[in-house]
């Protein structure tokens, strides 16, 4: 009997024993499983801030999947590819692929980028030219980036040229440009009228002109193109690419410079010379009788004055006074240049004359073939 309490009670305690052990296992169980919905969620909280911090670890997570579910991992990894706004601020990069392949081409490209290279800083316009001072001179405005932003010291005033003709006043902010070296330097000469010469009044005559050391015939659109890009050379000759202007103004005083405002006759030839390297504008109808003054303006493809590499030099342009006058022909007065050889035809007498009669040559050369403009004071030819 004895014995018999005792195996039982010892048969009592192993199952008390088991049992035990099985709640211990499942209590410890329950909770690693807690313990581990907690890290895993807490994995995922840090793949997510670590996409924002750190791109690589956050990219590396989302593509090893260890951040918990599938979306949590696409999440990780979106997250991977985003930087921070203060980096982003800091690189002043938006960070998208686009954008940054924009800005690399941007910068790779001198003539499209917006920003100044260095090596075309001219240093020299640092130096105002009076150190020490020079009598008789003035200080130059100074500049330390190419005068690049010029333009904003005056633009309440003055706006852009931006490619127009504004009659009140602009501001250009194009380069000079290319200058030709001195043995290629512009000249020219009138040869049709010259001074003294005397026209025939109200008949057509033609002004010819001969220059040298200009690539003639680049002529672009004055409208939309005035002075909006830099003077250029012809890369075979080194001479300045353009073409020329001839202006006719009345003269009413011999002490008073005349209004530039006003011409009486204008025209841009815009064709090449001719065989014998002359241009010329035809004055159709003439001039009416008076005292006038011819002149060329020589400019570079974007009409403006060319610019010579050298201060002392010659004219680039030529003058000449002329007279226009009833009867010029009949009185034996008048003077006609053949554009095509610059020779005089002689009549009877020692009298130029022309083959219409004796008013004045047209030129042989073309050109001319400019329409007229309506406006301006006077015959306005573009």
């Known amino acids: 009997m004895k014995f018999g309490t005792m195996k039982l009670a010892f048969i009592s305690v192993f199952f008390f024993l088991v049992l035990s052990s099985a709640s211990a296992q499942s209590i410890f169980a329950g909770r690693n499983r807690s313990g581990g919905g907690i890290n895993i969620k807490s994995q995922v909280n840090n793949g997510q801030a670590g996409g924002v911090v750190d791109k690589a670890t956050a990219g590396k997570n989302g593509a090893n999947g260890k951040n918990g579910t599938a979306a949590d991992a696409a999440n990780a990894g979106a997250g991977g590819n985003n930087n921070t706004a203060v980096t982003a601020g800091a690189g002043g990069n938006n960070g998208t692929a686009a954008n940054t392949a924009a800005n690399t081409a941007a910068n790779s490209d001198p003539q499209t980028s917006t920003t100044l290279n260095p090596q075309v800083i001219s240093t020299g316009f640092e130096q105002n030219g009076q150190n020490p001072p020079v009598a008789g001179q003035t200080a130059s405005l100074t500049s330390s980036n190419n005068f690049i932003n010029f333009c904003l010291l005056t633009l309440k005033q003055f706006p852009l040229t931006n490619g127009q003709q504004i009659k009140g006043g602009s501001c250009n902010s194009v380069v000079v440009g290319l200058l030709p070296p001195s043995s290629k330097m512009v ?196």
């Open 187 to 382: 000249s020219t000469l009138l040869l049709f009228p010259q001074d003294g010469d005397v026209v025939e009044a109200n008949k057509d005559f033609t002004i010819s002109l001969i220059s040298t050391n200009i690539k003639l015939g680049t002529f672009t659109n004055a409208d939309k193109n005035y002075l909006s890009a830099p003077q250029t050379l012809d890369p075979a000759t080194s001479e300045i690419v353009g073409h020329t202007h001839v202006t006719v103004q009345a003269i009413t005083s011999q002490t008073t410079p005349p209004d530039p405002t006003t011409f009486t006759f204008f025209k841009g030839i815009n064709t090449s010379p001719n065989a014998q390297g002359q241009v010329s504008a035809d004055v159709t109808g003439g001039l009416p009788p008076g005292d006038y003054r011819v002149c060329t303006m020589t400019s570079a493809a974007n009409h403006q004055p060319v610019v010579m590499p050298i201060a002392q030099r010659g004219s680039q342009d030529d003058c000449a006074r002329f007279k226009v006058q009833v009867g010029a022909a009949s009185n034996g007065t008048a003077s006609n240049t053949a554009a095509a050889g610059g020779a005089n035809a002689t009549a009877a007498g020692g009298v130029n004359a022309t083959a219409a009669g004796g008013a004045a040559n047209k030129a042989a050369a073309g050109g001319g073939a400019n329409k007229a403009v309506a406006g301006g004071k006077g015959k306005r030819w573009l």
